[in-house]
Structure formats: C-alpha cells, structure tokens
C-alpha cells in the first residue's frame, strides 16, 4: 500500500489494534506510532485486552480503513486471525511480544520503527494460515513436551525472563517429560509413533527462534510435521541444537511428514498448542488455508 503523492486524495487509513499487555508493548508503541503518523497515515487506534475483544474490534472497523495493524506477540495476532480472513484487508504486524516468532518467519524486524517502516515501504506478500479442528495458527501447532513448556511460561516469567523465558519453562517441563502414543496420517502414509513431542509447522519458526524443518515455508500450501521419538530425556535434550535450525528432522528418532492434510490420534485427548495457546485437542485435522492473509512484509511487492 504505497502513499498517495496527490495531496487531493485522502490519506491511507489504518486500524492499529494494540495488546498492552504483550511484554514490549508500552516501550515500543509510541516510537512505531510516530512513524506511521510521521509518513502520512491516518490512525485509528485501539486497545486490545484479549482475543475476543480484539477481533470484535476488527469486524467492527475493517470496513473504514485500507489496512489492519496487530501490534502485539505471535498470541495476539493468532487471536485476530479470523476476522483478519474476514476483513480482507492487508495485515501489519508490530511485533512486541517475547518470542515474535512469525515476525522472524516473515523478516519483519522487531525494532518498532523498523517494523513500522515495513508497512510505510507497502511491500506485501500473502500467507498461509494453518487450521487445527476449529482452531487457526501461522507457526506451529504441536502436542507433548511443548504443550507443558506454554502451561509453565506464565506472564510473569516472560516478563521477568523475556526471551529466556522459553528456557526456563522447557527445563521444569522436562523434569516431566513423558512420551506418548500417537497416529499420525499425512496423504496415504499413517504411522504410529511414541513421542515426547509433535510439531506441526505453517510458519518456520516457533518457541523463540527454533525452526521446524529446513524446507519449511509460510506460502507454500505445506505442513511439515515431525515427532520426535527418542528413546529418554537426555537423548531428548541432546536434539535441542538441532531444534535451532531445524535439521533434527533429519535423524532416524525422528519421524518426519509433509503435506497439506493431517490427522493425529491419540488413546485419550491431548491439548493441542497453537501459536503458544493451547485451543483444541486430539483427535486433531490439520489443513492448509492457501494464501488466505495479505501481510506487509519485506519483498517485493504484491497488488493490494
């Protein structure tokens, strides 16, 4: 969305909807919102408190504005993500949360000029939004270990630890550690497995930076699932460099999946983590929204 050069026309308007409660938010909002005013924009500002409040505060002002900005963590913006599709609108993310993972996916820094400055450029790309049951997410689903890791990383800790956060909640979560039996089905293959961790990835990144596999990609209509399936807990902990740039799917402990559909069983229910959340449970369908968002993000750009 490019500025308009012709002082007849009316400015670009933009809805910006902001979590004050994301752990950057109140240092960072006043520096990307001067920069955004400072380029021409028309502002119509919002505060969000949970999900619930934040996509009613989309349906009801997407229809005045060109363009819809998230300024938030990864938890914030996966709660807009339904009325975000509704909307149609081009998506701009401000990334002030602890992980900020999808910004790391899409190259948006997390410097809150910086990332301003991505929506002032236009450039846009379209993504895919993953779908779990009746739940969505941009960067991974998972079950197992992960799932523990969310329920012991409460905000309190991310605001004492920040990024660190990750590291301390996964060090009590695999004091627990348990495996477990699952069924997973991607296309024609259907594997048991008995795992202390399943991942499914949309996005690249997760947890603070970890990625999901190397071939992974946010618009390629694709998940990449891996469960990891090693034998303890310290052989669990030895994958954890692998976890950094994602070539543990590469190992024979770890069972590795690719496709646009997949269906995970389990003996009981289990909690399904999406985007740090824990919003549904097994038995789980998992599919791909092919270029269902429009986001402002480094590149070239798309027409809008």
């Not at 002002?61 to 363009?67: E, I, K, L, N, R």
């Not at 990334?95 to 236009?122: C, E, M, Q, S, W």
């Not at 994958?239 to 024979?252: F, H, I, K, Q, S």
Request: charged share 20%.
């Amino acid at each position: 969305m490019q500025q308009p050069r012709d002082a007849g026309r009316r400015p670009p308007r933009l809805l910006l909807v902001v979590n004050l409660h994301a752990s950057r938010a109140k240092a960072s909002l006043g520096g990307a919102v001067a920069c955004l005013a400072g380029s021409g924009f028309d502002l119509d500002i919002r505060q969000s408190a949970d999900g619930d409040s934040l996509a009613n505060v989309i349906r009801e002002c997407a229809g005045s504005v060109d363009a819809i900005v998230v300024a938030g963590g990864d938890g914030t913006v996966n709660g807009a993500i339904p009325a975000l599709i509704e909307a149609g609108k081009p998506v701009g993310i401000l990334p002030f949360g602890t992980a900020n993972d999808l910004a790391l996916t899409l190259g948006i820094p997390v410097d809150p000029v910086a990332a301003a400055g991505v929506i002032v450029d236009g450039a846009t790309r379209r993504i895919d939004v993953g779908t779990v049951n009746d739940a969505y997410f941009l960067n991974v689903a998972s079950i197992g270990l992960s799932v523990n890791i969310a329920e012991k990383q409460d905000e309190e800790l991310k605001r004492q630890w920040g990024i660190f956060s990750y590291v301390v909640a996964a060090a009590s979560a695999l004091n627990e550690a348990e495996p477990f039996q699952a069924r997973i089905t991607c296309g024609e293959r259907s594997e048991s497995v008995r795992a202390y961790q399943i991942a499914i990835g949309n996005g690249i990144h997760f947890g603070g930076g970890l990625t999901v596999s190397p071939e992974a990609a946010i618009d390629d209509g694709v998940l990449d699932v891996y469960a990891i399936e090693t034998a303890s807990v310290p052989e669990l902990i030895a994958l954890a460099p692998r976890l950094r740039d994602g070539t543990l799917v590469e190992l024979d402990d770890v069972a590795y999946f690719r496709g646009a559909t997949v269906r995970i069983e389990t003996p009981e229910p289990m909690p399904v983590n999406t985007d740090g959340e824990v919003t549904t449970k097994t038995p789980a369908e998992f599919s791909v929204l092919k270029g269902a968002l429009t986001v402002f993000a480094p590149g070239e750009i798309e027409g809008v």
